[in-house]
């Protein structure tokens, strides 16, 4: 994938999703001794990043495959992205979610009138159920991240964000499976090559960065992790090919430094960022590696968490008086 290919997306898409803001919080910057700049893509329709690959392929589709239709799987943002576009353009869409996501994530697909099929993550093959729902129905497969042109999207995040605050020192993205940080790490070593970028796991979700050491994709246990959103147990093909020539380096947080972060980025900038779009965040403030010193763009990646689970999590992070919602 060349950064060509993230500007025509960029052109693609234009217009269909929003340009997220970049965020500054005063207190973040003297509490690391950095400049850490936030893409805020909680702030992107359907509320996560996954919208820009989603929209870049189905726009890439030729016009027969579109009638018949697509199928995606996806622990929910890639979904509810999918199902808004496939509404939007009069598309048919199946999505396969795991039974156990968020069920506003699931709710927020079936309203928008897409088709759901749940499976059980720890036992059934996802991948395999949504490659037959595809022979079974003549309809494309359209992946959340394992695709370059999906890749290329998602790229377009660094695009905006390196547009806003020009050269950077580091770069950290969020892995899940791997399309985001492939996207954006050619976008940002292809314009500035001194530029340090760091995927972020979820530390029993370590797939890419265990995946890095070994030298070839590794395959790990389905995650229980808050990241819901990053607990993809193998690499996609594509996606390692990239991230393991781009990344500098893969580091994990654990659930208790997820919701540390998920509470900051409240109590400092009133945001309310779903687990899986706080964890580079949290790996940024558990200084992994340490910022100081440094201009520093952070990707959160989203914000679809319902309101009780928010307030729950965070909870234990505020201050006493903080009372949690029922």
């Not at 996560?48 to 016009?63: E, M, Q, V, Y």
């Not at 940024?284 to 959160?300: K, T």
């Amino acid at each position: 994938m060349q950064i060509n290919e993230v500007y025509q997306a960029a052109e693609r898409i234009r217009g269909r999703v929003v340009r997220t803001p970049v965020l500054t919080l005063p207190e973040f910057d003297a509490e690391l001794g950095a400049q850490i700049f936030l893409k805020a893509e909680l702030h992107q329709v359907t509320g996560a990043f996954k919208i820009r690959g989603a929209l870049n392929k189905l726009l890439s589709l030729p016009p027969d495959a579109l009638r018949r239709g697509v199928v995606a799987a996806s622990s929910g943002n890639h979904g509810r992205a999918v199902a808004t576009l496939a509404r939007d353009l009069a598309v048919p869409a199946v999505l396969v979610l795991p039974a156990d996501a968020p069920a506003a994530k699931i709710e927020a697909v079936r309203r928008e009138g897409a088709r759901v099929v749940l499976y059980d993550p720890v036992h059934d093959d996802r991948d395999a159920l949504t490659a037959a729902i595809a022979t079974e129905e003549g309809m494309q497969i359209l992946p959340s991240s394992d695709d370059p042109v999906v890749a290329a999207g998602h790229g377009t995040v660094a695009l905006e964000l390196l547009a806003v605050t020009g050269p950077l020192d580091r770069l950290v993205v969020p892995v899940g499976g791997g399309g985001l940080a492939a996207g954006c790490a050619v976008v940002a070593k292809t314009l500035y090559p001194a530029i340090e970028v760091i995927g972020v796991e979820p530390q029993a979700g370590d797939d890419t960065a265990r995946s890095l050491r070994a030298g070839h994709r590794v395959s790990v246990p389905t995650a229980r992790t808050l990241a819901d959103g990053l607990r993809h147990q193998t690499p996609g093909r594509f996606t390692f090919e990239v991230n393991r020539c781009l990344l500098d380096d893969v580091v994990t947080v654990d659930d208790d430094e997820i919701a540390a972060g998920m509470g900051e980025l409240w109590r400092q900038g009133r945001l309310v960022v779903e687990p899986s779009g706080a964890c580079a965040l949290a790996a940024v403030l558990a200084r992994r590696p340490d910022p100081a010193g440094l201009r520093v763009g952070v990707v959160l990646s989203g914000g679809n968490v319902d309101e009780a689970r928010f307030h729950r999590i965070i909870a234990p992070h505020l201050d006493r008086s903080y009372a949690p919602a029922r």
